[in-house]
């Protein structure tokens, strides 16, 4: 897929949440196909401390408005630049990057979703992907409380929603892997994008069941189209880029240990 | 238009911009954002006599105006450069460059043998400043005897244009650059990687995986600056300048001081174009300045 550089205009800047910002951004032309799991290189400009862009997942195209949303969590000082932007400021942004999660040809799969914290954001993009190929997916969607849950009715548009919270204030008390659904119902695939040790404890919860699945890992990266091999992950076939041949892998590729 | 063509020790260039080995993979990664002909040469990933895994992850951390890698020369060995790699490259139209490095001088002549052979690659860029392996690399780049014994094996084995890429992490940069040259190099090119550290004061452990890792950015310009500055001086050969060079200006800065050409390495990974806007950004430079010729500025600095 080809690669590009472009200067998008922001439309719209919200904070869903303290440590969250959601931006909307849009250009003159079409924007590329992204696919989903792919993510952009965001450039931060006037952040003294931030010297290389921004790696952030693709959280939802609109087509009808021309728009690339970006969910992003406020971890440091890049990330909180990119907070302050305001509608009509540009954006240097490199995109779409990386390969993407699988959309199964067989529409009868069923198919689960499972984010957690801000890896909730490219589980959006994923569900309208798979709603558009006539699939009907299921989200198990997990925070620390029913605050950090973002982005739920847009969710709930696209298929069946589950929630698990750490302090039991929405959904069902635990984590995603303690929630009901996983006994009651049977899947045949699961992608996932959260912190690791919930992406790992899905895998092997997955790997026990028989269940076929993709993890969208975030390691350090620098360059983002693998030029600089600064984000290997260790795999069966040795370090690859995350990437470029990530940020999706399907967990037998991985050597995790689960 | 001014006339930006270079010519570094035989190797016709269009312009004087480059890119670094190990930031622009081979090329072919940054081919959706630029014209790669458009660029005077790419100098490609380093390569070694047999596959290399490199360090383990993480290698990379972030620093004010700059960044630490560990990357430790990963690549899949000569052989499958010569096999897999340079049919893709080779009809490009530009200076495709091999970076060679190795952990002694009969692995560094044999890959350097190997290259020889692929008649679309008019040089190699010898990599004897690699910080971050054990064995080789920057280990022969601070003596200027190791340097001198390394170059020497590879002179022999390579007959096309050889290029020698100089460690900052010495006590006198000058005293190996004479050594090589003396060694049979055609050109240096300067600075590698600058070696630091950073520690995750919460875990009170180092954030690279092998502690230390080779910093680059415009945090080291000054210092390379300086560097090429001193060589270029001291020795007959072209010089090519490297480290930090984020702009034009910053690539007019290391040609005053004497390097015939630059090498543009980390900032490929905040501007995957910014190697096009250098050329053009000297060009006007020169336009401006009532230059026919990028030669009227190299070395140029007023007493």
Redo the contacts between chains.
Sequence with gaps: M????LDLKVTSTTRPHERYVLLKLTHENPLPEMLPGQFAEL?VDGS??????RPISINYIDRERNEVWFLIQMVGDGTRKLAELKPGDRLNV?MPLGNSFTVPEVKSERVLLVGGGVGTAPMLYLGKTLVDAGIKPTFLLGARSAKDLLEIDLFQELGDVYLTTEDGSAGEQGFVTQHSILTQQKFDRIATCGPKPMMMAVAKFARNSGITCEVSLE????????????????TKE??VCVC?EGPVFNIDRLLWQI | MADLSVNIAGMQMKNPVMTAS????YGL??A??INLEDIGGIIV?GTTLKPR??N????????????L?C?GL?NKGVDYFCENIYPQIKDIQTNMIVNVSGSCPEDYAECAARINELERIPAIELNISCPNVKQGGMAFGVTPEGAYSVVKAVREAYKKTLIVKLSPNVTSVVDIARSVVDAGADALSLINTLMGMAIDIEKRRPILSIATGGLS?PAVKPVALRMVWQVAKAVQVPVIGLGGIMNADDAIEFLLAGASAIQIG?A??????VTVKVAQGINDYLERHGCKSVSEIIGALED
């Design positions: 080809k690669k590009y550089v450039k003294p401390s931030t010297f290389l862009r490199v390691n350090t990266m620098a360059c983002g189209v693998g030029a600089c091999l600064c984000c290997v992950e260790n040795g370090h470029k | 190990g930031t622009f993979g990664e940054y959706d954002f990933k895994e490199g383990p992850y993480p290698r990379m951390v972030e620093t004010a105006s700059g960044m890698n990357v990963q950015g980390t490929n990974f905040i501007d995957p174009t």
